[in-house]
C-alpha cells in the first residue's frame, strides 16, 4: 500500500535481512552505532546482521547483549543472525534453541568458511525444528580458489584469477539436494540463499520452488547495477563476494525480480577501512557497503522497470515472508515502523555524509533518486533528513 502526498511517499520501513556491521571486534571497519544509523538513513527499520564478527557471535550471551546495545541507540532495530556452529570448529550447534531465545532471528554459515555439508545439513535440521530459516553464502571455496574476480573473459584479458560462475551453481545445488533430502524424510527445515549471483543458480532455485522446495534467495543491488567489466579499473571497491558477475548475470537476476522468483533484496553491507580496499585486488578485502543508497540505487535504475509497489514489496514484505515475520502495514493499530521517501529529487552521492564508516562507494557523485526523508522505527524518529 502506497500514500503519495506532499511529495513525500510513505511506506513501510525497510528490512535487511543481509549486513555486516563488524560489532563485535572489528569496529574500526563498522559498529552498531555507525551501521544502524546509516541503515536508518537509508530508511530501514529493521537488521539482520552476520555473525562473522570477533568473535563470533554463536552464543546467547553475545546475542543478548548485542539486541540491548542496539535498542539503546534509537536507530534501526537489531535482529542477529548467529552461527551454526560454536567456536567455528566445524560441528553444528545442537543448542540453536538458546540462541533463539536469546533473539537470534536466523541461522547462517555466511562468512564462516563452513564448506561441511553434514554440518549444513544438521543446522538445518535442528533451525527447521525450531521453526527457523538457515542462510547461506553459497560459494564453493574450492572453486573460488584465489578468484578476485568473475572468471570469464574480462578476469582473462586482466589477468586476473576468477571465480567461476559454478562456485556458486555447484554449491547452490548441494544445498539444495540436502534440503529436498531432509524434506522427504518429513523434516520442517527452510533454506536461505544469500546474494544470488548468477543466472544458472537462479535457474537451480526456480527449479526447487517448482518442485515445492521451501527455499528462498535474494539477490544485491551491486549484482544488478554492476558487471565484471568495472573491474577493468582495478579498484577494490569493486571487489565483492560473490563477485560482480556479467551483463546475463545482472539481466537474470533483475527477470526474477520481475517474475517472482527472486524473493527480496538485500544489500549485503560490508564495509571495510579505506586503507584495506585501497590494498591491491589480490591483497583487498571483499565487500561493498551501501545500505544508505540501496532504496534510491534500486529506485534510480529499475523503478520504472520493477514499479513502485514491486520493488518495495522486495524491500519490506518479501524480506518478512522468507523470516516468516507478519508483513508490515501502515494499518491503524500497526507499530509505526515507516520510512517518507522523496521520490524525486535528484541527489548526488556524497559519501562524506555517510553515516557508515565507510566513506567511499563505486556510485560515488553519481545523481539518484528516492532518497529517505524520514525513517520512524516503534514511533520514534531514527533518521530525518535536515
Ligand atoms: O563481499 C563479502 N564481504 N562477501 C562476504 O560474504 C563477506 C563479506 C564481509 O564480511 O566482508
Ligand atoms: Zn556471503
Ligand atoms: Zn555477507
Given at each position: 500500500?502506497?500514500?503519495?502526498?506532499?511529495?513525500?511517499?510513505?511506506?513501510?520501513?525497510?528490512?535487511?535481512?543481509?549486513?555486516?556491521?563488524?560489532?563485535?571486534?572489528?569496529?574500526?571497519?563498522?559498529?552498531?552505532?555507525?551501521?544502524?544509523?546509516?541503515?536508518?538513513?537509508?530508511?530501514?527499520?529493521?537488521?539482520?546482521?552476520?555473525?562473522?564478527?570477533?568473535p563470533?557471535?554463536?552464543?546467547?550471551?553475545?546475542?543478548?547483549?548485542l539486541?540491548?546495545k542496539?535498542?539503546?541507540?534509537?536507530?534501526?532495530?537489531?535482529?542477529p543472525?548467529?552461527a551454526?556452529?560454536?567456536?567455528?570448529?566445524?560441528?553444528?550447534?545442537?543448542?540453536?534453541?538458546?540462541?533463539?531465545?536469546?533473539?537470534?532471528?536466523m541461522?547462517?554459515?555466511?562468512?564462516?568458511t563452513?564448506?561441511?555439508?553434514?554440518v549444513?545439513?544438521?543446522?538445518?535440521?535442528?533451525?527447521?525444528?525450531?521453526?527457523?530459516?538457515?542462510?547461506?553464502?553459497?560459494?564453493?571455496?574450492?572453486?573460488?580458489?584465489?578468484?578476485v574476480m568473475?572468471?570469464?573473459?574480462?578476469?582473462?584479458?586482466?589477468?586476473?584469477?576468477?571465480?567461476?560462475?559454478?562456485?556458486?551453481?555447484?554449491?547452490v545445488?548441494?544445498?539444495?539436494?540436502?534440503?529436498?533430502?531432509?524434506?522427504?524424510?518429513?523434516?520442517?527445515?527452510?533454506?536461505?540463499?544469500?546474494?544470488?549471483?548468477?543466472?544458472?543458480?537462479?535457474?537451480?532455485?526456480?527449479?526447487?520452488?517448482?518442485?515445492?522446495?521451501?527455499?528462498?534467495?535474494?539477490?544485491?543491488?551491486?549484482?544488478l547495477d554492476?558487471?565484471?567489466?568495472?573491474?577493468r579499473?582495478?579498484?577494490?571497491?569493486?571487489?565483492?563476494?560473490?563477485?560482480l558477475?556479467?551483463?546475463?548475470?545482472?539481466?537474470?537476476?533483475?527477470?526474477?525480480?520481475?517474475d517472482?522468483?527472486v524473493?527480496?533484496?538485500?544489500?549485503d553491507?560490508?564495509?571495510?577501512?579505506?586503507?584495506?580496499?585501497?590494498?591491491?585486488?589480490?591483497?583487498?578485502?571483499?565487500?561493498?557497503?551501501?545500505?544508505?543508497?540501496?532504496?534510491?540505487?534500486?529506485?534510480?535504475?529499475?523503478?520504472?522497470?520493477?514499479?513502485?509497489?514491486?520493488?518495495?514489496?522486495?524491500?519490506?514484505?518479501?524480506?518478512?515472508?522468507?523470516?516468516?515475520?507478519?508483513?508490515?502495514?501502515?494499518?491503524?493499530?500497526?507499530?509505526?515502523?515507516?520510512?517518507v521517501?522523496?521520490?524525486?529529487?535528484?541527489?548526488?552521492?556524497?559519501?562524506?555524509e555517510f553515516?557508515?564508516?565507510?566513506k567511499?562507494?563505486?556510485w560515488?557523485?553519481?545523481?539518484?533518486?528516492?532518497?529517505?526523508?524520514?525513517?520512524?522505527?516503534?514511533?520514534?524518529?531514527?533518521?530525518?533528513?535536515?
Amino acid at each position: 500500500e502506497v500514500i503519495d502526498g506532499q511529495g513525500g511517499t510513505l511506506a513501510p520501513a525497510l528490512v535487511e535481512l543481509h549486513a555486516h556491521l563488524r560489532e563485535p571486534g572489528q569496529t574500526e571497519k563498522e559498529d552498531l552505532a555507525s551501521g544502524l544509523a546509516a541503515a536508518a538513513a537509508g530508511g530501514y527499520g529493521t537488521v539482520v546482521c552476520m555473525p562473522n564478527t570477533r568473535p563470533v557471535i554463536d552464543d546467547p550471551a553475545t546475542v543478548r547483549a548485542l539486541i540491548e546495545k542496539a535498542e539503546g541507540l534509537g536507530f534501526a532495530r537489531l535482529k542477529p543472525a548467529a552461527a551454526l556452529t560454536r567456536g567455528q570448529k566445524g560441528e553444528a550447534l545442537a543448542e540453536l534453541s538458546y540462541l533463539k531465545e536469546a533473539g537470534a532471528a536466523m541461522f547462517t554459515d555466511d562468512g564462516l568458511t563452513n564448506e561441511d555439508a553434514r554440518v549444513l545439513r544438521l543446522g538445518l535440521e535442528y533451525a527447521g525444528s525450531l521453526g527457523m530459516v538457515v542462510s547461506v553464502h553459497a560459494e564453493d571455496a574450492t572453486l573460488r580458489a584465489g578468484g578476485v574476480m568473475n572468471e570469464g573473459p574480462v578476469s582473462e584479458a586482466l589477468g586476473l584469477p576468477g571465480n567461476p560462475a559454478a562456485a556458486e551453481a555447484a554449491r547452490v545445488a548441494r544445498d539444495l539436494e540436502i534440503l529436498a533430502g531432509l524434506r522427504e524424510q518429513g523434516r520442517s527445515a527452510r533454506l536461505h540463499i544469500q546474494h544470488l549471483s548468477t543466472a544458472r543458480a537462479l535457474d537451480l532455485v526456480r527449479e526447487a520452488k517448482a518442485r515445492g522446495l521451501p527455499v528462498s534467495c535474494e539477490v544485491c543491488p551491486h549484482h544488478l547495477d554492476l558487471t565484471d567489466e568495472a573491474l577493468r579499473s582495478f579498484d577494490a571497491v569493486y571487489k565483492v563476494a560473490p563477485p560482480l558477475r556479467t551483463r546475463a548475470d545482472a539481466d537474470h537476476l533483475l527477470q526474477g525480480l520481475l517474475d517472482g522468483s527472486v524473493d527480496c533484496l538485500a544489500t549485503d553491507h560490508a564495509p571495510h577501512t579505506r586503507a584495506e580496499k585501497e590494498r591491491d585486488l589480490l591483497e583487498a578485502p571483499s565487500g561493498i557497503a551501501y545500505i544508505e543508497l540501496a532504496f534510491p540505487l534500486m529506485w534510480t535504475r529499475f523503478g520504472e522497470r520493477l514499479g513502485l509497489e514491486q520493488l518495495l514489496d522486495l524491500m519490506t514484505a518479501g524480506p518478512c515472508r522468507v523470516m516468516g515475520w507478519p508483513e508490515p502495514s501502515l494499518d491503524a493499530g500497526a507499530p509505526a515502523d515507516l520510512v517518507v521517501l522523496d521520490l524525486h529529487t535528484e541527489r548526488a552521492v556524497n559519501p562524506a555524509e555517510f553515516k557508515s564508516k565507510a566513506k567511499f562507494t563505486p556510485w560515488q557523485g553519481q545523481t539518484l533518486r528516492g532518497w529517505p526523508l524520514l525513517t520512524v522505527v516503534g514511533g520514534r524518529v531514527a533518521y530525518w533528513r535536515g
